[in-house]
């Protein structure tokens, strides 16, 4: 027998009068699994996110929690929580009552919520703070509040909707950390929508990147990065040089095409495709080595433009001629012998994996 | 350093004349229609009665005395205290009371229904709610009499339906004057509940339900307690005008119905014509009022720590 899903949407549609926000997401989350929606503003993540918190009503499709239809249920009658952008802590409560909030809703007995709130206050280290409000502690406090808040009631499922999106960089990092371990302690099943995408990358077990109210890729942290489904995501996920190409010969795995300039490059791809076909070529700047020599193997040659100075690496801007050029970026530390100057005649390499072929 | 200070000295010698005179409007405003009529009513408080209005500069007790208690027709009975304008200030508190109740059973729901609508409509909302304080507040409560009165349109629509036999009896009554000053004075319970209501952020409505509160309890135990601050200063902004009010008292209620705020009137332009004992009643309605309001202010800065 199967391991049940915890959550599966099937067909689901929300339309706002004429606009459609979201049109005809299907997918399984496995139990215990960190699942990340990641796309830019107005994608329809946030509405994804609230149709199963139940916020907002579906215009069609089922959503299931663990087999049961919940797409009916007003929101307290399913047993999901949600962390807010904002925490949306109950700004008259004290951080002891704000945890205990659910729990008495649920009719839980007085000394069971005291052992309760106190197990929560523990796990997100906030002991000597249970008596304040919330106006007196600081925004990196707050978020666990707002965590110990909403996983109180052990719920089968917790949504977070870009909760680190209003802490500084560092203590962003920090609860990055924070909440894997959370989860990975509690095996609660998250949800957790975000536009950033390096914490989708860094913390989620699979991600799905939304665009225009539809899932455009499911998968892990490196398919989606390393062989994306499409143009959008490609150029969405980290930094990518995307090359018009056309497809000349097809050679096993190896696609063989012609980019506008021109040039000759071999790539790999995972849709199906036939020879004549265009389409766009993504190399990773990361994947690309600048060589000041000719060499054996693939290379594209060029003129050294630009190069800024980003900390551990440098960033190059390879020039193949006057309207196409290419983003390469090494880190500093290969760097030191040789010296490169603005202008300069170079060789880049390209292994058979650092070109990815997308279909337009 | 001598720079600086020197700096710091036409700082403040070009600064305090213009604080000065960009103050003195105010401060013009507060003494002469605030603090000056309220000084000159303390005074008069204490003075002697001259016969059909004014004072004689004789500084005395009496009108204080006659508020309190009762020493006869001659006024050498042993003092018994006097209930009689005691009891009007329990009516006065009484009725203030009513309409205040009256007007945040009726304002709560209204704001509530103003503050959720979406950002057009609301000014149409607001507009209407303000409408009939553009019509002079004596003629709006000569038509709420109209309006109430045994053979009035309510009664005859009430009669018409068949929902009752002969009119109700609502002029005269402790009820029509809680009415018509609910009808005065309703704005002033709607727009700070709805001011409140523009502050809250329904995410915490939403967060309650999230956390598995129902409707009702997320009204009582979310929404009210954040929103306390615009519902006291409505009952306050309610309050405190009812209980002087005088126009409502005098034409939909009778004698049963006076009022602080027609005792007070009558001592000045009506035939008691007693200015020490009006301006002595106005000081107690004061001092009330002042009670009410540090209480709240009190209560209020304690809940802030």
Redesign the interface.
């Known amino acids: 027998m199967a391991i049940k899903d915890a959550i599966s949407l099937e067909g689901v549609r929300k339309d706002f009068g004429d606009f459609t926000a979201i049109s005809n997401v299907t997918f399984d989350i496995a139990d215990n699994e960190f699942f990340t929606l990641l796309g830019p503003s107005g994608c329809g993540k946030t509405t994804l996110l609230r149709m199963i918190a139940g916020f907002e009503e579906t215009s069609a499709g089922k959503i299931k929690l663990y087999g049961d239809i919940i797409e009916n249920l007003p929101p307290n009658k399913r047993p999901i929580n949600t962390v807010f952008q904002n925490y949306a802590l109950f700004p008259h409560m004290t951080v002891k009552e704000n945890i205990g909030f659910s729990l008495k809703m649920l009719g839980w007995s007085k000394s069971d919520i005291n052992d309760r709130v106190a197990e929560m206050v523990a796990m997100v280290k906030l002991e000597e703070f249970t008596d304040r409000k919330p106006s007196q502690l600081s925004g990196g406090q707050q978020q666990r509040v707002a965590l110990a808040r909403a996983m109180a009631s052990k719920p089968k499922l917790l949504l977070l909707d870009e909760p680190l999106s209003a802490l500084d960089l560092k203590l962003r990092k920090e609860m990055r950390s924070e909440l894997k371990r959370l989860q990975r302690d509690t095996g609660i099943t998250f949800i957790f929508v975000t536009h950033d995408q390096e914490e989708a990358l860094s913390m989620s077990d699979r991600i799905a990147v939304m665009s225009s109210g539809k899932v455009q890729q499911i998968g892990n942290p490196s398919e989606i990065y390393d062989t994306p489904a499409n143009r959008f995501v490609a150029d969405f996920i980290g930094e990518a040089n995307l090359l018009n190409a056309t497809i000349q010969k097809i050679d096993g795995e190896k696609i063989i095409c012609r980019l506008q300039s021109g040039q000759i490059l071999t790539s790999k791809s995972s849709s199906k495709v036939n020879v004549g076909q265009s389409g766009t070529i993504s190399i990773r700047p990361e994947k690309l080595i600048i060589k000041k020599q000719n060499f054996k193997g693939q290379y594209l040659e060029g003129k050294l433009g630009q190069s800024t100075y980003i900390g551990t690496d440098t960033q190059f801007e390879i020039l193949l001629d006057k309207e196409l050029s290419l983003t390469v970026r090494m880190q500093n530390s290969s760097l030191t012998s040789e010296n490169y100057k603005n202008g300069d005649q170079v060789f880049l390499s390209i292994a058979d994996d650092a070109a990815w072929f997308l279909l337009d | 350093m001598a720079a600086g200070a020197g700096s710091g000295r036409t700082m403040s010698s070009t600064f305090l004349p213009v604080r000065f005179w960009l103050l003195m409007p105010s401060w013009l405003i507060i003494g002469f229609f605030l603090a000056l009529p309220v000084l000159l009513m303390l005074v008069y408080s204490f003075l002697t009665k001259e016969f059909r209005g004014g004072v004689i500069w004789e500084p005395t007790l009496a009108a204080y005395d006659q508020f309190l208690f009762d020493r006869g027709l001659f006024g050498d009975d042993p003092p018994q205290i006097e209930w009689k304008y005691i009891s009007i200030f329990l009516r006065s508190i009484f009725q203030a009371t009513g309409a205040t109740i009256l007007c945040l059973i009726i304002g709560f729901p209204t704001a509530f229904f103003i503050a959720t609508r979406n950002e057009n409509t609301k000014v149409i909302w607001l507009f209407l709610v303000t409408v009939p304080y553009w019509v002079n507040l004596l003629i709006r409560t000569v038509s709420m009499k109209f309006l109430i009165r045994d053979s009035g349109p309510l009664n005859e629509l009430l009669i018409t339906i068949g929902a009752i036999e002969t009119p109700l009896k609502l002029i005269n009554t402790n009820f029509a004057v809680q009415l018509g000053l609910f009808y005065s004075y309703l704005p002033f319970m709607v727009l700070p509940i709805y001011a409140a209501l523009e502050r809250y ?1 329904f ?2 409505s ?9 409707k009702w ?1 997320i009204l009582r135990q ?1 929404l009210i ?2 929103i306390k601050p615009g519902i006291i200063a409505g009952c306050i902004l309610v309050f405190v005008p009812s209980l002087g009010a005088f126009l409502a008292p005098d034409l939909l209620g009778g004698a049963k119905t006076f009022m602080i705020g027609s005792l007070i009137e009558d001592q000045f332009k009506g035939n008691a014509g007693n200015w020490p004992f009006g301006a002595a009643s106005s000081m107690i309605l004061l001092s009330l009022v002042m009670i009410v309001l540090i209480y709240y202010a009190r209560a209020q800065s304690k809940e802030q720590v």
């Open positions: 952020n995410t915490f939403e967060a309650a339900s999230d956390l598995y509160a129902p309890t979310i307690p954040i």
